[in-house]
């Protein structure tokens, strides 16, 4: 049991990063009436955090289904 705890921990951190991330990339953006084109500074890590997580989720998914 302590295995799906330190992944639940794992997947808790990386999902955290992931939404510091957005937040940090959507401060940039001005609201306006014109368009805006966004440049993403963090894609890669963001990218990076968010295969992370579905990977971690397949796995906490995984080990409910072999509970059951």
Known sequence: MSNRIEILEEYRQANSQLATLKRKESDNVCSGSETVRIEPR?????????????QLDMILEAMDASED
């Not at 894609?43 to 579905?54: I, P, R, V, Y």
């Open 42 to 54: 963090y894609g890669q890590e963001m990218n990076d955090l968010s295969n992370k997580c579905a």
